[in-house]
């Protein structure tokens, strides 16, 4: 009884909110909310594990030399994790978000260890499959954590803040897997990271994080926000705002789909080695990472339809501005300013999705767009896999281009 009360008395230490007071705010709820930050950069970070080495493992190891085939993981990756995110969304108030948390990375746990050892291309596969489930799950839960904590007020930055953790982690994580296969070999060293983060975000999970659904209740009292009459079909399409999000979220992870997966082939076909292919290809989530710190807190004073429109027309210039850069140095510039882009947009769809809802149905909401937008993952790896195999890398990056400018006149025409 006497253990049990410790623990329970350092649980409430970590954590550090009294247990009969509940506020909203990020001031108020700080010490939370920066240990769920820590946790999403792991998160993150087992993304970038795959970003800069996977497709040439692939094809060095496994020897598959067409694009749909290698893009395979993504595409699995893609299905499971946008499943997961409707069904993290679903049950988030039934089971609690924390519950989730820890599951997602029990999930989570062997997917380093399986890409480590793998003797052939399914195991590659099922480690995708285990990884979606985990970042569903993990991605998910930390986002609506982050927005019930914060309230109405400070979404956007709260949301900037969360996914600059994310995406900061992935640019770093392919930087340095990309280092360690050009010194050690592609693998196992690499995956050694995935492994001590998988664990940290494990115990980090279990002890530190506590549930955030007092927080929802209390918004709910002083929310004028209408209920949601079909929370799939009006976040999918019928409501105009969510709707565009929604678009807009399916082609920009599409384009980001093709970023990993075709843009190392073709810088590879531009001649780049490992360690250069690892540099370049961590500008762009790097980018993105730090900015969103800034385009966060922008979206809580500015246009949301403005910053979204910019942004898809600042990605898709630089997607076509990509195939034509020869140079390291031109190669980067242009990355760094599709990281801007999606900077603009990524933390701003998840601020217009939880201003448009009622926090009775944010998560669900949230799960929702999160499904059609890591579908865009699926999407783009088959479209970009297809065209690149019947034309070349170069005809798939541009209709992912043509594709993006779309979305945002899509935006720049519907949206309130």
């Not at 020897?63 to 499971?80: N, P, Q, R, W, Y």
């Not at 994790?81 to 108030?93: C, F, S």
């Amino acid at each position: 009884m006497q253990s049990a009360i410790r623990i329970e008395w350092l649980f409430s230490l970590c954590c550090a909110i009294p247990m009969n007071q509940i506020r909203l705010g990020l001031k108020e709820n700080w010490r939370q909310f920066s240990i769920l930050v820590i946790i999403n950069a792991f998160v993150g970070g087992m993304v970038g594990l795959e970003r800069s080495i996977l497709p040439e493992i692939g094809v060095t190891e496994f020897e598959i030399a067409a694009k749909t085939a290698i893009l395979s993981f993504i595409v699995v990756f893609g299905i499971v994790k946008a499943v997961t995110n409707y069904y993290t969304g679903a049950l988030a108030n039934k089971l609690g978000r924390r519950k989730l948390l820890i599951i997602g990375w029990m999930i989570g746990l062997p997917v380093p260890l399986i890409l480590m050892f793998a003797n052939h291309w399914n195991w590659v596969i099922l480690a995708n499959v285990l990884l979606g489930i985990n970042q569903g799950l993990t991605w998910s839960s930390t986002v609506v954590m982050k927005i019930d904590l914060v309230g109405e007020k400070q979404r956007g930055l709260a949301m900037g803040i969360n996914e600059s953790a994310g995406y900061l982690a992935v640019g770093l994580l392919a930087f340095f897997t990309g280092w360690i296969a050009h010194e050690y070999g592609l693998r196992p060293y690499p995956f050694y990271l995935g492994l001590g983060l998988a664990i940290m975000g494990l115990l980090g999970s279990v002890f530190l994080v506590r549930d955030t659904r007092k927080h929802v209740n209390l918004e709910t009292k002083s929310s004028s926000i209408s209920r949601l009459q079909n929370v799939f079909l009006e976040t999918s399409i019928k409501h105009r705002n969510l709707g565009s999000v929604t678009q807009a979220g399916l082609v920009n992870n599409l384009n980001d789909g093709m970023m990993w997966g075709i843009f190392p082939i073709l810088l590879a076909s531009k001649g780049f080695g490992i360690m250069e292919i690892g540099t370049i290809a961590a500008v762009y989530p790097t980018v993105w990472g730090i900015c969103q710190l800034f385009t966060g807190a922008m979206a809580d004073f500015f246009s949301k339809k403005k910053l979204l429109v910019l942004g898809m027309l600042l990605q898709g210039a630089a997607l076509f501005l990509l195939v034509m850069a020869d140079s390291k140095s031109s190669l980067i510039l242009i990355s760094t300013v599709l990281g801007i882009g999606t900077a603009l947009v990524y933390p701003t769809f998840l601020a217009a999705i939880a201003e448009n809802t009622h926090p009775m149905d944010r998560a669900n909401s949230i799960g929702v767009f999160r499904l059609w937008r890591d579908l865009g993952y699926a999407v783009g790896a088959i479209l970009t896999g297809i065209i690149a195999d019947l034309v070349n890398v170069e005809a798939s990056i541009n209709s992912i281009a043509g594709l993006t400018i779309l979305s945002g006149l899509v935006i720049l025409t519907r949206m309130k």
